[in-house]
């Protein structure tokens, strides 16, 4: 794989819409509550969203718990 066709395959997955999308986005508020950084508003907020739905996506056996 190259760089090219890895970001590919993560945008291919990170955009997707979830079934845990409402978990993962419970869990990052709770786990950052008081950090401006991962606050809705934030950019790291969408970023960190998309990193857990294409890890949900490309881990299937292990889904997101």
């Known amino acids: 794989y ?10 291919s997955l990170a955009y997707k819409e979830s079934a845990a999308d409402f978990e993962i986005e419970k869990d990052i508020e709770r786990t950052f509550p008081q ?6 508003k934030s950019e790291n907020y969408g970023k ?13 056996h292990i889904g997101y718990v």
């Not at 190259?2 to 945008?11: F, S």
């Not at 950090?35 to 809705?40: A, R, V």
């Open 48 to 60: 960190m969203l998309r990193v857990l739905i294409a890890t949900a996506y490309h881990l299937p």
């Open 35 to 40: 950090d401006p950084l991962f606050s809705k």
């Open 2 to 11: 190259n760089n090219v066709d890895l970001m590919k395959y993560y945008k």
